[in-house]
């Protein structure tokens, strides 16, 4: 009797998803590289550690997608939680340190379709040299009926000066 109540449970759940389909999966998504850290520098031509403001880094990113599909067109919703860490350097004078950060859709070439901006604030307690903050975030990405989601990438950044570019792509190829 063990034997078939455990083969009706079985078959009970295999049913489960036999009128129904798997969903898409999500939209490739990544911290771009050379966008994920940024060293801010008290005003002056001085780039040492004494120097040092706030080093601030995009450590992680968690997301989830549901789709909409319609007669109208086709959507997937992206939802972030992006952490960040910023580390107040010896140079620092402020509690706080704001960071700009950006969400791009790409296509497979790479070009931006989409990209918007945001600003993350990173609030220091005390003497603490370590702050870190969890910023939320919704994506629609809208797609044409047969095209293939994977053919969209997005990418999240901080929203680095040219100054900052130059300096990433110095530290990335050491």
Known sequence: MPVLALAVVSLALASCNLFGSTPPPCPQVAILDQAKKVTFYRPGPGRDLT????????RDLAYEC???F?????????NY????VARRGPAA???????AYFSAVTNMARKILAKEQFTATLQYSGNEVIAQSVQKLTQTIPFSHGANIWDYHS???????????EESKRASSR
């Open 51 to 58: 120097d040092v403001t706030f080093e601030v880094a995009i």
């Open 70 to 78: 319609s007669d109208d067109g086709n959507s997937v919703t992206v």
């Open 93 to 99: 004078a402020a509690d706080q340190v704001e960071v």
């Open 155 to 165: 990418f999240i950044g901080l929203q680095l000066t040219t100054a900052q570019w």
């Open 66 to 68: 549901s789709y909409d």
């Open 81 to 84: 939680n992006v952490l960040f």
